[in-house]
């Protein structure tokens, strides 16, 4: 059995989940009766047969939609990227705004996470160009620049209430991924480490990179010590360096994602914030913690 979750918070009528239902009837998914999550907002209809046609039925609707196997909806393992995911913002690309060279890192960052470059061949060749800028300019970056992305801190909150582990794992700087983890409720971060001498960064990442197999790895890692099956895991990024993780996890999800990403994955929140992720697993408003 497999359950199509309908999400547009504040917008979803009754009348989209009467066209849903009946697309997947008209598909051959005999889907059963639909139920609210939140009215309104999001809303689940069960059906049988091929989850692929499902989901295909219900694709270009102006809402999100979210198909999964019913069983072990609840998600005990969260792995989350960073940049343009768990915030707004891709921080090298704003880091170098102090340098005055943000629109050339922007342009690499942008077709790195398209997956048209190698991820570290790319990584290294941009920050080599913040050689000498000056160590300070990370801070002010961070508070200047840095926000959470809607949702987020319902999205870890609630999960770790409810007993989930939650891991971000950023292919970033850990200058500013610990502290974004601290403050939106990440119990583990993981995260390159810019090299600094002088006060100022001296243009190196230290090894190892952390990658897509590092992303990949750490789910499986984090899996396997808390013994969980692939089902009760969730994995959440936008872009191509996040696909090996968004595909090991049993609900993958690409967020706001690049095409190359969003083609890859299983779930896509094209519309939402990351509240979405909890309506996912059927959670009703009533069962969030605070953001």
């Not at 091929?50 to 069983?71: C, H, K, S, W």
């Not at 595909?247 to 509240?275: C, F, M, N, S, W």
Request: proline share 2%; with cysteine.
């Amino acid at each position: 059995m497999f359950i199509a979750t309908l999400i547009a918070a504040g917008r979803l009528a009754g009348g989209d989940v009467s066209a849903a239902r009946d697309a997947l009837a008209d598909a051959g998914c005999a889907p059963g009766e639909a139920s609210w999550i939140d009215r309104g907002d999001a809303a689940d209809i069960g059906f049988a047969n091929d989850p692929a046609v499902g989901r295909a039925a219900l694709e270009g609707r102006g809402y999100d939609i979210v198909v999964q196997a019913a069983a072990l909806r609840v998600k005990r393992l969260l792995v989350a990227d960073m940049d343009s995911t768990m915030i707004t913002v891709e921080c090298i690309d704003e880091l170098a705004d102090y340098a005055g060279i943000k629109a050339e890192i922007a342009a690499v960052t942008e077709a790195a996470m398209r997956g048209e470059l190698d991820f570290i061949a790319a990584l290294d060749a941009r920050v080599a160009l913040l050689k000498g800028l000056s160590a300070d300019a990370i801070d002010r970056c961070r508070a200047e620049r840095v926000r959470a992305t809607p949702g987020a801190r319902t999205l870890v909150g609630t999960m770790r209430a409810a007993g989930a582990r939650t891991i971000l794992v950023s292919g970033g700087f850990t200058a500013f991924a610990e502290p974004v983890a601290a403050e939106i409720g990440f119990e583990t971060v993981i995260a390159n480490r810019l090299g600094i001498a002088g006060g100022a960064l001296d243009g190196t990442v230290a090894r190892p990179i952390v990658d897509a197999a590092t992303k990949r790895a750490t789910l499986e890692r984090e899996r396997a010590a808390a013994g969980l099956s692939a089902a009760e895991t969730l994995a959440v990024g936008d872009g191509a360096n996040d696909i090996p993780m968004i595909q090991e996890a049993g609900l993958g999800v690409a967020y706001h994602a690049k095409p190359r990403t969003a083609a890859a994955a299983a779930a896509r929140i094209d519309h939402g914030d990351l509240t979405a992720l909890l309506w996912a697993q059927g959670l009703a408003r009533a069962q969030w913690a605070a953001g």
